[in-house]
Structure formats: C-alpha cells, structure tokens
C-alpha cells in the first residue's frame, strides 16, 4: 500500500499562488497515476488533476490554465502549482494514487482500491 502525504496548503488572497506537495511511500513501481483531488463539507469530493504513468496531465475546467501538476519520479513527489486562485478553489486538497483504474483522469469512478494522504487545507479569501 502507498502511502501519501500532502504539504503546502493555506490560506491565500484571490489572486495568489500555492503550490501543493504529495510526497509518496510504501510500494510504488515506476510511474504510476496519480491525482489531486478536493472536498468541501457537505459535498462530494470532486477531481482537480491527474498524471498518467507517461507523464501526460488532465485537469477540470475549472482550473485549466491555473494549475499545473508536475511529478519528481526520482523523489517520489508530485506537485500541484496553483495560480490566480479563486475564492471558490477553497476546499481540502487531497492527492491520490489508485491501485487499478480504468483511465488515468480526475473522476472517482475510473479508480479503484485508491490511496489518500490526509490532506491539506487551500483557503482563498480577501
């Protein structure tokens, strides 16, 4: 089993950069997919972006052209460089990795047996 941890989160005026941490352990082999992924109380908890194992990247609408997931395979780090934030990208960050998945892409349903670190908390306010 892998074992994730997120880094990097806080709290942000509109407008500004985060950049988050997903530091791996455990049994990883090669590159494999992996992806962030967010949540607010009291509702689902909703893909932002994955990175398939031959480094190819997908991203909600939401966040195209504002955030961009990268990957150390050396280090066994991924990182999710948030920019322009908006109010409405406050939400609990998760990274995630699956055992199996049907396409490596930010959708809950195409994965399966899945990894989670504990995540880390984005806040975007004035």
């Known amino acids: 089993q892998v074992q994730l941890a997120e880094s990097g989160g806080g709290s942000v005026q509109p407008g500004e950069s985060l950049r988050l941490s997903c530091a791996a352990s455990?049994?990883?082999?090669?590159?494999?997919?992996m992806g962030w992924f967010r949540q607010v109380p009291g509702k689902e908890r909703e893909g932002v972006a994955t990175?398939?194992?031959?480094?190819?990247?997908t991203y909600v609408d939401s966040v195209k052209g504002r955030f961009t997931l990268s990957r150390d395979h050396a280090k066994n780090m991924h990182y999710l460089q948030m920019n322009n934030l908006k109010p409405e990208d406050t939400a609990m960050y998760y990274c995630a990795t699956p055992t199996t998945y049907v396409r490596c892409r930010p959708v809950r349903g195409d994965w399966f047996k899945t990894s989670w670190g504990q995540g880390t908390q984005v806040t975007v306010s004035s």
């Open positions: 990175i398939d194992p031959d480094g190819a990247t």
């Open positions: 455990g049994t990883t082999y090669g590159p494999y997919c």
